[in-house]
């Protein structure tokens, strides 16, 4: 391979793989003994948007169902998450369209979400800009899938929670502060889950407070782990789910709240432009978001601040956290931000291949809902909406088969493709793929493909995995503003704010080769926006180097897994604790 000794050669991530084995390792053969393990009738992975969607919906249809709810036993509906809280662990921008949520829970009204504290007000204006550089914006006609008038800037951490109270109160059992590590498999079937370990050391031995995991077993499994799924990547190859689909492919985001001394009144967009490199060479694509957040509890004024990055690119030196500290000091932003204090940060990936890349949706015993199944629509950045309608519809589907005491959910897929998701989702279906030929070829072609809703240039695009673009150290690197305290800061200080509490003496649930070409180390110290690779001060500067793994700072946004690496789970509770991301 070139890339060992290399001297900036192009070096492809995919070439030094994780040392993982999916199915080996979290694939269990066999439910324990009887008396070893919890039953429960559903069980969720995943406490985020999709997963609880998918727990209120069935604890409402069992609601009025006494005869069913009894046959699922005395749990009826857990959910396994592994933030400290549901919500711990959810970002997103977000401004959400509101039917889904709307439908979820018809008693409530857009004012009733704002008092909880999830929503922050319904988009009146809206703003889309292209910024030639560093001074100067260009104000363009919003394209059509950024039409946001009429829908709700959220806060899908606060949902998160929301949704949590509403499943506790219907009955659902959810156990927080634990991670589903393994997907159990019996006869061909998916029959649940198994809860991660708790209380080993560094190096794996069980320290003082050791508790084993236990088997979940379950009529049905619902797989809701969002935009990297642990126990999803294993399904998906021991199922071979993704026969004859696109790779996926994912973009990096990070976001900001601030408080502000002006309210803003408007959401903003940028695409393309500054600060990136929009050359084939550096291939970098992404944008930004400004949208403005009322919180009805406190009256403050506030905004989330963001911004995206396709993980396509190819210079290493790429950071969406210092992308987003530039750009903040854009007029744009700087003028909104004046006087104002940040109050929380976080970053998350987000799966971008679309309708293509979608995994098929059901195996026998288990489903995949929201982000880890891919729903996704990367043109207007919307999932909210999906993901709480894919949860829904995982739900009704669930919920007929067991009433009829079948146990197949294969229709499930179908219903999927039949909604507007299905629908929205094929109209956008090519949308992403002309990206791979860089912004200046293929911007063209993907204005074309949202025009004509996928119909020119038809057929089925292919997409690249993005741990196979060749890698470079270029300079991108040499814009990114000094953290001032400010308006500007460094990677700890913002993993700080998150409320990561993750121990010291965890094993390290981060899996990357130690010993690799520079460019790819590089990529994966600039592209972490939680500060977790170090290439020792001592490394030769070309060829290959030894890269120190600060894996309790990560903040579990799954982006090394598009590069070359791979998140699994760490353990329960460990993590942040975001609040209003
Ligand atoms: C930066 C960014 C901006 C976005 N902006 C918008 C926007 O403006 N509008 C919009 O509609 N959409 C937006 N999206 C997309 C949207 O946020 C997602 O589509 C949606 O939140 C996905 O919800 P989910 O429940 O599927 O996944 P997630 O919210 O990721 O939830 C998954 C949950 O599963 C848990 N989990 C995972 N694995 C395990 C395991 N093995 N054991 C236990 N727990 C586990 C996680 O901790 C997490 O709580 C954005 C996304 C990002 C990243
Ligand atoms: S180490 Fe954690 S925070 Fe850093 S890129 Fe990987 S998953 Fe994201």
């Known amino acids: 391979m070139s890339g060992h000794g290399s001297s900036n050669g192009r070096v492809v991530p995919a070439a ?5 084995d999916s199915r080996k390792e979290f694939v269990k053969r066999g439910l324990d003994a009887e008396d070893e393990l919890i039953e429960v009738g559903v069980v969720i992975v995943g406490g985020g948007t999709a997963g609880l969607a998918c727990a209120n919906r069935l604890l409402q249809l069992l609601a009025d169902d006494p005869e069913t709810m009894e046959r699922l036993g005395e749990v009826p509906v857990a959910v396994v998450e592994k933030a400290k809280t549901c919500g711990g662990h959810n970002l997103s921008g977000a401004v959400m369209r509101p039917g889904p949520l709307e439908e979820l829970f018809p008693e409530m009204s857009r004012e009733d979400w704002r008092k909880e504290g999830f929503a922050f007000g319904e988009v009146k204006k809206e703003s889309v800009y292209i910024l030639p550089n560093s001074k100067t914006k260009l104000r363009i006609p919003p394209p059509p899938p950024q039409h946001n008038r009429g829908n709700e800037v959220m806060s899908v ?3 998160a929670r929301y949704q949590q109270r509403q499943a506790e109160d219907a009955g659902a059992y959810i156990l927080t502060e634990t991670s589903a590590t393994q997907l159990i498999v019996e006869d061909g079937r998916v029959v649940g889950v198994r809860s991660g370990d708790k209380g ?4 794996g031995e069980p320290l003082g407070n050791f508790e084993p995991g236990t088997d979940i077993k379950a009529h049905a499994t619902v797989l809701a782990e969002g935009c990297w799924g642990h126990i999803t990547g294993a399904a998906i190859q021991e199922f071979d789910l993704a026969k004859g689909r696109e790779p996926q492919v994912w973009e990096l985001g990070v976001k900001e709240v601030w408080k502000v001394a002006k309210p803003l009144d408007r959401v903003i967009h940028t695409l393309a432009g500054w600060p990136l490199k929009i050359s084939a060479k550096y291939g970098q694509i992404g944008g930004s978001w400004i949208y403005p957040m009322k919180d009805e509890k406190t009256g403050d004024d506030l905004v989330s601040i963001g911004f995206i990055i396709d993980l396509d690119y190819a210079d290493a030196t790429t950071s969406a956290h210092d992308l987003l500290q530039e750009i903040k000091l854009h007029p744009l932003f700087k003028g909104v931000l004046e006087g104002g204090e940040r109050v929380a940060w976080g970053a998350k990936a987000l799966p971008a291949g679309g309708y293509w890349a979608m995994p098929k949706l059901s195996m026998p015993g288990a489903v995949l809902v929201g982000d880890a199944a891919g729903i996704m629509n990367l043109a207007s950045l919307k999932g909210v909406h999906y993901a709480i309608k894919s949860g829904m519809l995982a739900a009704e589907s669930i919920y007929a088969a067991l009433k009829r005491g079948e146990s197949s959910f294969e229709d499930y897929e179908q219903i999927v493709e039949d909604s507007f998701i299905g629908k929205d989702m094929y109209e956008q279906r090519n949308t992403r793929q002309p990206f791979q030929k860089g912004l200046i070829r293929g911007g063209p072609l993907v204005n074309l493909m949202i025009a004509t809703k996928g119909r020119f ?12 673009k060749p ?3 270029g300079n991108s690197k040499d814009s990114y503003p000094k953290p001032d305290g400010k308006y500007t800061f460094d990677k700890l200080s913002s993993v700080f704010i998150t409320g990561n509490a993750t121990r010291d ?19 994966w110290r600039w592209m972490c926006p939680a500060g977790v690779y170090e290439i020792p001060e001592d490394a030769p500067e070309h060829g290959e180097v030894d890269v120190i793994v600060n894996y309790t700072n990560c903040v579990q946004c799954g982006a090394i897994t598009a590069k070359g690496g791979r998140l699994t789970t760490p353990e329960g509770g460990d993590g942040p604790l975001y609040q209003i991301t």
């Open 157 to 159: 951490s606060a949902l």
């Open 200 to 203: 080993r050391g560094k190096d």
């Open 471 to 473: 890698m470079f150290i």
């Open 505 to 523: 003496d965890a094993p390290n649930h981060i899996r990357v080769r130690k010993h690799v070409p520079r460019e790819v180390a590089e990529t």
């Open 16 to 20: 030094f793989p994780p040392p993982v």
């Open 457 to 468: 240039p038809g057929g089925r695009w292919s997409l690249h995995r993005n741990d196979a």
